[in-house]
């Protein structure tokens, strides 16, 4: 959708020419105006209407616009005004529709299939819109007790829908939170495993803590030990194959925990992944668990994305092992229609996180009615004292979708990848490159004999998904580089989604397969 209007020039005036004096039509808010009800509801439905009307024209933006850097920059004015123009929030709502939406990729189209799911439904959407209008600060029980019990109410729910272990749980002496990201779930469970070991070993000795993980991890987990303290050289990198389907080895993981000891190193943390991010493999998690238990490590694992897929009873032996892992994140907001963001952390002794991240503040308020009880004080859990309470639009969702409605969801995807990958299949021009476990399909262009080499194939299929991408009112895909091979990523997860749109995306990809082919026999017919 092209801008149809601009309402600014460079310089903040508005564009019509007209110059307004100071005062005149431009009334400097009141502080009663500025929760007004009435305002509120007005400007309320407006911001309905418009996220509606969005939901319902998706599909004429491509899903990637074609924009260059600075392209917003340059039409919106260098300073905030100083003074609202009229109908400033009518205006600032068109400008939305005509200058930002044309610039976003739009991660809720049905044709969005680059990275997983940003995953959204209307009562998530809503559900942020009411925490966003309570807006209070739970940061401890008495800052806001009904905010705190429901995050806890609502971590257990979600724990028990994807079948983990009732030891991470409240009910089971465990418990968990709402973050922001899995990056951060992870550096606040580092932080308690370090805090732990240097109890044991002398704070000392932080330079020689070593943590464990994947080439396939995420580098969240590098940023989050870094962030910890740990010192870059002590992450191990365990190298993945594709004859193991890219998952982590616990014999090779047993080895270089193994090797450090016999260095003088200290093993400290290990992140195994449930779908990791490239291909989706699933880490072993009984047997690592086994190896880092000979090792006092802690374990933690990682699975923003298919944590999800873990409401459906036929994925639950994915995580068989779990009763041993120390923590447990994913991120509902990924593609379990919570939408930005919902990372939920559990933790089998919350004691250890409150350890490395209490703290004691007199002007921290106490309520009386607290006294004596142990209470859930959640800035102790996390980096962070201000937080979001986003218990309400998790336990709306729950409440309004029910464990079935999400597997339906999870489902849905599923079987849409299935389809896609079957389509993939069947054409000999193709290969599936990693096995699907979720709704990821990896695969890519078979190289013809006389192209050459691995390097030429790799080229090949990176010319293909920028011509895939090309596609205006196609899908927009992504690539992974496991073990050197570069292949195309469909990552099937947009609440619009439908069988339709997968098989759209399909033709496409064959269609710029044949013209690519075309194109290569026609060169080499030339040479
Ligand atoms: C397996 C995995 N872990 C971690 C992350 C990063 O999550 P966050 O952005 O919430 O830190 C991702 C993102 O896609 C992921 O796929």
Redesign the pocket.
């Known amino acids: 959708m092209a801008p149809t209007s601009h309402f600014y020039t460079n310089n903040g005036a508005p564009q019509n020419g007209a110059v307004v004096p100071a005062g005149a039509g431009n009334v400097p808010p009141q502080h009663s105006c500025l929760l007004d009800p009435n305002e509120f509801r007005r400007q309320g439905h407006q911001v309905i209407d418009f996220i509606a009307d969005y939901y319902a024209r998706m599909d004429d933006y491509p899903v990637h616009p074609s924009v260059n850097p600075g392209f917003l920059r340059h039409q919106l004015p260098a300073n905030a005004p100083s003074r609202p123009e009229s109908d400033a929030f009518g205006t600032a709502l068109r400008d939305v529709r005509d200058l930002i939406l044309p610039g976003m990729t739009h991660w809720q189209s049905a044709r969005h299939f680059a990275?997983?799911p940003a995953s959204s439904s209307t009562v998530g959407a809503l559900g942020e819109a009411l925490t966003a209008g309570i807006n209070v600060v739970p940061f401890t029980w008495a800052a806001s007790p009904a905010a705190t019990e429901l995050e806890m109410v609502v971590v257990d729910w979600l724990g028990k829908a994807l079948h983990l272990p009732e030891s991470l749980m409240f009910c089971g002496g465990g418990g968990g939170t709402l973050l922001?990201?899995?990056?951060?779930?992870?550096l606040c469970a580092i932080v308690a495993a370090r805090d732990r070991k240097l109890a044991d070993i002398g704070s000392g000795r932080i330079g020689d803590l070593v943590v464990y993980c994947s080439d396939q991890?995420?580098f969240?987990?590098r940023k989050a030990a870094h962030i910890a303290g740990i010192h870059r050289d002590n992450c191990r990198e365990i190298a993945t194959y594709r004859d193991d389907m890219f998952a982590l080895s616990p014999t090779e993981l047993q080895a270089a925990m193994q090797a450090d000891v016999d260095a003088g190193l200290v093993p400290l943390f290990l992140c195994a992944?449930v779908?990791?991010?490239q291909t989706t493999p699933v880490d072993p998690i009984r047997e690592l668990c086994a190896v880092a238990a000979t090792h006092g490590v802690w374990v933690h694992v990682?699975?923003?994305?298919?944590g999800s897929a873990l409401v459906c009873p036929e994925f639950r032996h994915l995580i068989d092992g779990a009763e041993a892992v120390d923590s447990f994140s994913m991120?509902a907001h990924?593609w379990l229609l919570a939408n930005n963001?919902c990372?939920v952390l559990w933790v089998k002794k919350p004691s250890l996180l409150i350890a490395a991240l209490g703290t004691e503040q007199e002007y921290i308020l106490k309520d009386a009615a607290a006294e004596g009880h142990d209470v859930v004080d959640y800035k102790d859990w996390s980096v962070t004292l201000t937080r979001r309470f986003r218990a309400l639009k998790l336990w709306l969702m729950l409440r309004c979708y029910g464990v079935e409605g999400l597997r339906d969801h999870i489902r849905g995807h599923v079987d849409m990848a299935v389809s896609f990958e079957g389509m993939v299949k069947a054409d000999p021009r193709f290969e599936v490159m990693a096995t699907r476990q979720f709704a990821l399909v990896c695969f890519r262009l078979r190289a013809p004999e006389e192209l050459g080499g691995p390097k030429a194939a790799n080229d090949l299929n990176r010319r293909l998904l920028e011509e895939v991408n090309a596609t205006g009112s196609g899908p927009y895909m992504s690539s992974a580089n496991v073990g050197g091979i570069y292949m195309l990523r469909c990552a099937i997860g947009s609440t619009l989604t439908e069988e339709q749109h997968v098989r759209a995306a399909w033709k496409v990809v064959q269609d710029r397969a044949a013209s690519l082919l075309r194109k290569m026999e026609s060169i080499n017919a030339v040479a």
């Open positions: 990275h997983f922001g990201t899995t990056c951060e779930a992870i991890t995420h969240a987990f992944t779908g990791t991010t990682d699975a923003a994305y298919a991120n990924k963001d990372c």
